[in-house]
């Protein structure tokens, strides 16, 4: 018992099993605090912060995009890395740029989610993962 709590073998299927509960865990949360961005979008309304300066409906558009299909992509291990890309650069902004002055308390969430993200992202979707299943296994 002890083994499959003490991860070694990094190809085993404890390792799998915590790569779908990190992805399940970090893309199903994101879901029901962000659609109301989706409806916002959905009722013509376009205005959002611009911290990048490239708009403020384009902002509105990559949020709703990092934050609703690409949590879904994830949750489902499908496109992992592509997914995760959007999602990494979104955090990475909340964290530095929206709320750069902002205290630790307040960042903390974004900064959760970027090193979850970055995690995913070295690691892989898994064995339990839509890729896996659609285009074969990568090794970790």
């Known amino acids: 018992m002890r083994q499959f709590f003490a991860v070694t073998d990094y190809n085993g299927t404890p390792a799998h099993i915590a790569l779908l509960v990190m992805r399940v865990g970090f893309g199903l949360p994101m879901l029901p605090h962000r659609f109301a ?10 205005s959002l912060a611009d911290p990048i300066g490239i708009g ?10 990092a934050e609703v299909i690409c949590s879904v992509l994830l949750t489902l291990g499908l496109l992992h890395w ?21 205290a630790l308390d307040v960042k903390e969430h974004a900064l959760l989610y970027l090193f979850a993200y970055l995690h995913m992202w070295w690691l892989g979707a898994g064995k339990y993962s839509l890729d896996a299943l659609l ?6």
Not at 83 to 102: E, G, K, M, S, W
Not at 135 to 140: S, V
Request: aromatic share 10%; net charge positive.
């Open 135 to 140: 285009f074969g296994l990568r090794k970790m």
């Open 82 to 102: 592509l997914a995760l890309l959007p999602l990494i650069i979104l955090t990475t902004v909340a964290a530095f740029i929206v709320h750069a002055q902002d």
């Open 56 to 65: 403020e409906y384009p902002s509105l558009l990559l949020a709703v995009f």
């Open 37 to 46: 961005k989706w409806q916002r979008l959905s009722a013509g309304e376009t």
